[in-house]
């Protein structure tokens, strides 16, 4: 009798389960229906936790996966090679450039980072005007409004007149209102805990 009735409460428990599962799968699937608009999307990744950049060369990973003509321009990056650059920058379907002279704490040097801020922009209205560009990285850009170098409303203008197919992703702490309103995708990532804050020592596949 025990068992009867225990067979019948682990029923009823997998019913209401798979009615909820069915009922969740109902409302995805609806709004998957809903989601008609084929065109590219702007992502915006912020914040002051570790892995904005690296999630960003992920995507452009992703996007070479199915054949893709990538662009990256890097506005502020340290001295060293980083990783990514030494992997990606002899891909055939990558375009590379590093513009930024390093952080402004290595510089010292207001008038050379405007230099370094003016051309890597022009370079990035080019590919983001260029159709045969499909995924488009502006790693650490939002900085560079940060600092007062560029104007936020060029970039935006940019990015309104892309392609339409055109995928565009932006890194950077913090960044300016009116590109926080007008991305399709912002994620903003913590910083839980930082090995660095610990005394660990920055290593080469990590930090760079």
Do not use: C
């Not at 019913?15 to 709004?31: N, T």
């Not at 003016?118 to 790693?139: G, I, N, R, T, Y």
């Not at 932006?170 to 912002?186: E, K, N, Q, Y």
């Amino acid at each position: 009798m025990t068992d009867t009735v225990t067979s019948k409460d682990d029923q009823d428990a997998l019913d209401k389960r798979e009615a909820r599962l069915l009922k969740k799968k109902e409302v995805v699937d609806q709004r998957i229906a809903a989601a008609t608009e084929e065109r590219g999307v702007t992502i915006l990744l912020t914040g002051n936790g570790k892995g904005k950049s690296s999630s960003a060369f992920g995507t452009m990973a992703r996007a070479l996966g199915h054949g893709q003509k990538s662009a990256v321009i890097q506005f502020i990056k340290g001295r060293k090679e980083t990783g990514e650059q030494l992997f990606f920058a002899q891909h055939p379907l990558v375009d590379f450039h590093v513009m930024g002279h390093g952080f402004t704490w290595e510089t010292r040097n207001p008038e050379l980072e405007q230099q370094a801020a003016e051309q890597a922009w022009s370079l990035a209205k080019q590919v983001l005007s260029d159709p045969s560009v499909h995924f488009v990285l502006l790693d650490e850009i939002t900085y560079m409004y940060k600092y007062g170098y560029l104007n936020e409303q060029d970039l935006i203008e940019a990015l309104a007149n892309r392609p339409s197919h055109q995928n565009v992703m932006m890194t950077g702490r913090t960044a300016p209102r009116v590109l926080l309103d007008s991305v399709d995708t912002h994620s903003k990532i913590a910083n839980e805990r930082h090995a660095f804050a610990h005394g660990v020592k920055a290593q080469i596949g990590i930090e760079w």
